[in-house]
Nanobody, 125 residues
Framework: QVQLVESGGGLVQAGGSLRLSCAAS????????MGWFRQAPGKEREFVAA????????HYADSVKGRFTISRDNAKNTVYLQMNSLKPDDTAVYYC??????????????????WGQGTQVTVSS
């Protein structure tokens, strides 16, 4: 059974940094896409970033380009989200997600098969 476990959330001041981790287990992820999403109170879950497990190609939401970096460590089966220059608008629960490669757009929440439990990120002004 696939498990995704996020860690690294917390409280940080605006302009600060955090690194989120997503430890994946339960299968080999060679042909999987790994994504980070976030959901703020009263808002829909939204795409943040995604990475191809096999070749490391990445995608980002416009709102985080240049500030966030997604990466993976194949040996540790772990995906990271380095978040710099954080803003109060980045406050949300951040979720790790995974799915097999498909023709569906990587930003689609519904296209992801597996989800972690989420980790809270709070950015104070």
């Amino acid at each position: 059974q696939v498990q995704l476990v996020e860690s690294g959330g917390g409280l940080v001041q605006a302009g600060g940094s955090l690194r989120l981790s997503c430890a994946a287990s339960g299968r080999t992820f060679g042909r999987y896409l790994m994504g980070w999403f976030r959901q703020a109170p009263g808002k829909e879950r939204e795409f943040v970033a995604a990475i191809s497990w096999s070749d490391g190609s990445t995608h980002y939401a416009d709102s985080v380009k240049g500030r966030f970096t997604i990466s993976r460590d194949n040996a540790k089966n772990t995906v990271y989200l380095q978040m710099n220059s954080l803003k109060p608008d980045d406050t949300a629960v951040y979720y790790c997600a995974s799915r097999p490669y498909s023709s569906e757009t990587y930003t689609s929440v519904g296209s992801y098969t597996y989800w972690g439990q989420g980790t809270q990120v709070t950015v104070s002004s």
